[in-house]
């Protein structure tokens, strides 16, 4: 997937996100965890990390709230994947056995998901705001500007993909 196109989706997401950010943090981490629970039933694991985590930093960042309260919510749901085959290996290997269908598969599932989406409310607003202190918004973080972060990272990815096209281009130039 290009850069382009991983952007435009990011943006797409980012503006479906922008009302939402006006909410409690509790609320915002109950819904992330449900979206990011069922996207995880038809993208892989990784990718649906790849696709929520950028967005919840400069998100959470612009609004003022420690983004790793919202990250490590979204991080744990993405190993939620338990009602159907194609959501990990495990249950495809399951499924491929023959002796269970998809909705025994969905039934079973659903339940482990709630279980899940509710351990992680519990865990991240209790241990993990002890242990990390997602309560407060970490020095660095803090600007007058709070879209400076999210400048700056996304300028430093246009500089490294210049670079990686230097590379390139010298490489061809040399050959």
Same mark, same amino acid.
């Given at each position: 997937?290009?850069?382009?196109?991983?952007?435009?989706?990011?943006?797409?997401?980012? %503006?479906?996100?922008?009302?939402?950010?006006? +909410?409690?943090?509790?609320?915002?981490?109950?819904?992330?965890?449900?979206?990011?629970?069922?996207?995880?039933?038809?993208?892989?694991?990784?990718?649906?990390? +790849?696709?929520?985590? @950028?967005? $919840?930093?400069?998100?959470?960042?612009?609004?003022?709230? %420690?983004?790793?309260?919202?990250?490590?919510?979204?991080?744990?749901?993405?190993?939620?994947?338990?009602? $159907?085959?194609?959501?990990?290996? @495990?249950?495809?290997?399951?499924?491929?056995?023959?002796?269970?269908?998809?909705?025994?598969?969905?039934?079973?599932?659903?339940?482990?998901?709630?279980?899940?989406?509710?351990?992680?409310?519990?865990?991240?607003?209790?241990?993990?705001?002890?242990?990390?202190?997602?309560?407060?918004?970490?020095?660095?973080?803090?600007?007058?500007?709070?879209?400076?972060?999210?400048?700056?990272?996304?300028?430093?990815?246009?500089?490294?993909?210049?670079?990686?096209?230097?590379?390139?281009? %010298?490489?061809?130039?040399?050959?």
């Amino acid at each position: 997937m290009t850069s382009q196109k991983t952007k435009g989706l990011s943006v797409w997401i980012g %503006n479906l996100f922008r009302d939402f950010a006006r +909410q409690d943090p509790t609320v915002m981490m109950f819904v992330i965890l449900i979206v990011v629970g069922f996207t995880t039933e038809v993208m892989s694991n990784p990718a649906t990390a +790849q696709l929520y985590l @950028p967005i $919840l930093r400069d998100m959470s960042v612009s609004i003022g709230i %420690n983004p790793l309260y919202l990250m490590i919510a979204a991080t744990t749901a993405c190993s939620f994947s338990f009602m $159907l085959p194609t959501a990990a290996p @495990p249950t495809a290997i399951v499924f491929a056995t023959g002796y269970i269908s998809i909705p025994d598969m969905a039934m079973a599932g659903f339940p482990m998901k709630l279980i899940g989406i509710a351990m992680s409310m519990l865990a991240v607003n209790t241990w993990g705001t002890w242990i990390f202190e997602l309560d407060k918004l970490q020095d660095f973080l803090k600007t007058d500007n709070n879209t400076a972060l999210a400048n700056s990272s996304i300028s430093l990815l246009s500089n490294v993909t210049n670079t990686s096209s230097l590379v390139h281009l %010298n490489e061809s130039v040399l050959n």
